[in-house]
């Protein structure tokens, strides 16, 4: 079975600075995908990044990046220009390609509360 | 833009009652997902349906939960008889087939059992 570990329980960063969410996870899958999630307090989940483990290239969407590396299992997030309103809880989830019943379901981390200082 | 409706948002109820919850996903949609999450933890697939079919509910705990999606549209999620432990969010999700079409989230019905 696939395993998601985020081992951040808690992270801060100031206003205008830069932070990295860290995550790793498990599987003896070849192709896969990763993704990011917020959500804000009492405001529901919403995407904000995901990666195609085939791709070499890190994905990108305006102040959020991944560091994808695939041989170490790792998927970060790195937050840039952090603003008040990236204050949430981050999940990284794992998500497979293809094979048995359960290929399209998201397997969660444990998240990552994001404090953001004005 | 479109977005999963769930319903009630705020659920309390006693123990050994029984409570059930309603999603309406994003129109189109094939795969409904009800996941449930633990205060600070990461959500938990519950059920997986594609179209009306179940496709995954090995979490489900099946003596005392059960959901449906009779059309194949919207899905409710009953639990019976609820014990403290359930005291959790149920979130719903939809998404198009296939694996890199992204979740979409409900809201969420937060749930207390006292």
């Known amino acids: 079975a696939q395993t998601v570990t985020q081992s951040q329980p808690e992270m801060s960063v100031q206003e205008a600075e830069t932070v990295t969410l860290s995550c790793t996870y498990d599987?003896?899958?070849?192709?896969?995908?990763l993704f990011w999630y917020k959500q804000p307090p009492s405001r529901q989940m919403i995407l904000v990044i995901r990666?195609?483990?085939?791709?070499?290239q890190n994905a990108t969407e305006n102040r959020f990046s991944v560091n994808f590396q695939k041989a170490a299992k790792s998927f970060s997030l790195k937050i840039s220009d952090s603003q008040l309103g990236d204050a949430a809880m981050y999940f990284c989830?794992?998500?497979?390609?293809?094979?048995?019943?359960?290929?399209?379901?998201?397997?969660f981390g444990q998240g990552t509360i994001l404090t953001v200082h004005p | 833009e479109a977005e999963v409706a769930q319903s009630p948002r705020y659920k309390i109820t006693e123990k050994s009652q029984a409570v059930a919850f309603w999603c309406d996903p994003i129109?189109?949609?094939?795969?409904l997902y009800w996941y449930r999450q633990i205060l600070g933890q990461g959500p938990e697939l519950l059920v997986q349906?594609?179209?009306?079919?179940?496709?995954?509910d090995s979490q489900l705990p099946k003596d005392r939960f059960s959901a449906e999606r009779l059309k194949g549209v919207d899905s409710t999620l009953k639990i019976q008889p609820a014990e403290l432990g359930d005291s959790a969010m149920y979130l719903c999700?939809?998404?198009?087939?296939?694996?890199?079409?992204?979740?979409?989230f409900g809201n969420g019905t937060r749930l207390t059992v006292t």
């Open positions: 989830a794992y998500r497979r390609v293809s094979g048995g019943t359960s290929y399209g379901k998201l397997t």
């Open positions: 129109s189109g949609h094939a795969t």
């Open positions: 599987t003896s899958e070849s192709d896969y995908y």
């Open positions: 990666q195609e483990a085939y791709k070499q």
């Open positions: 349906f594609q179209d009306e079919s179940v496709v995954d």
């Open positions: 999700a939809s998404s198009l087939q296939g694996a890199n079409s992204p979740l979409h």
